[in-house]
T-cell receptor, first 114, second 113 residues
Framework: EPEVTQTPSHQVTQMGQEVILRCVPISNHLYFYWYRQILGQKVEFLVSFYNNEISEKSEIFDDQFSVERPDGSNFTLKIRSTKLEDSAMYFC????????????FGSGTRLTVV | LAKTTQPISMDSYEGQEVNITCSHNNIATNDYITWYQQFPSQGPRFIIQGYKTKVTNEVASLFIPADRKSSTLSLPRVSLSDTAVYYCLVGALGSGGYNKLIFGAGTRLAVHP
């Protein structure tokens, strides 16, 4: 079964540092997403990406965040200057057109900001 | 996006059938109903999706009455490994494909030996 792969699985960083979370979506999927889940809370939408541009972003996705598809296979989320409150599980997801077969999520990256 | 209401938690025993009902009174004509499962420290996993009547796959069944204001996820003969949080989501599946998923708190299912 095709998978969405995320690296690293865990990342610890100091407040103020930049982090890049990496994802390899399913190869024939066209729509890519980042979600996050703070411990004990709901899964929250961050951003969706299609045709090399952001199609929608949430209020959480401020200027500290950016996404990129640098090489046609990877999909990255960058947090420029991490804050303590950025500590969360970050999930990448991808879908075919229309999402009719659902969205496939990766196993996540646990980001801890200290 | 239609708001959904589902029980916060449920308990069951191995081998039983579990039915989790979700209310979505304001569902729109274009909305589909989708269920996801999430284990601790893992990403949500798509279970099943439907528009009306009944949908069945190898994992679960989804029952949707004619008015579509609710839906029931049915898990046959659960095992301990079905212990997870189950999310009911309602939203349109347009041609754009970039419809964000809005997760609620979900239903925490605990399966006991």
């Amino acid at each position: 079964e095709p998978e969405v792969t995320q690296t690293p699985s865990h990342q610890v960083t100091q407040m103020g540092q930049e982090v890049i979370l990496r994802c390899v979506p399913i190869s024939n999927h066209l729509y890519f997403y980042w979600y996050r889940q703070i411990l004990g809370q709901k899964v929250e939408f961050l951003v969706s990406f299609y045709n090399n541009e952001i199609s929608e972003k949430s209020e959480i996705f401020d200027d500290q965040f950016s996404v990129e598809r640098p090489d046609g296979s990877n999909f990255t989320l960058k947090i420029r200057s991490t804050k303590l409150e950025d500590s969360a599980m970050y999930f990448c997801a991808s879908s075919e057109a229309g999402g009719r077969t659902g969205y496939t999520f990766g196993s996540g990256t646990r980001l801890t900001v200290v | 996006l239609a708001k959904t209401t589902q029980p916060i938690s449920m308990d069951s025993y191995e081998g039983q059938e579990v039915n989790i009902t979700c209310s979505h009174n304001n569902i729109a004509t274009n909305d589909y109903i989708t269920w996801y499962q999430q284990f601790p420290s893992q990403g949500p996993r798509f279970i099943i999706q439907g528009y009306k009547t009944k949908v069945t796959n190898e994992v679960a069944s989804l029952f949707i009455p004619a008015d579509r204001k609710s839906s029931t996820l049915s898990l046959p003969r659960v095992s301990l490994s079905d212990t997870a949080v189950y999310y009911c989501l309602v939203g349109a599946l347009g041609s754009g494909g970039y419809n964000k998923l809005i997760f609620g708190a979900g239903t925490r299912l605990a399966v006991h030996p």
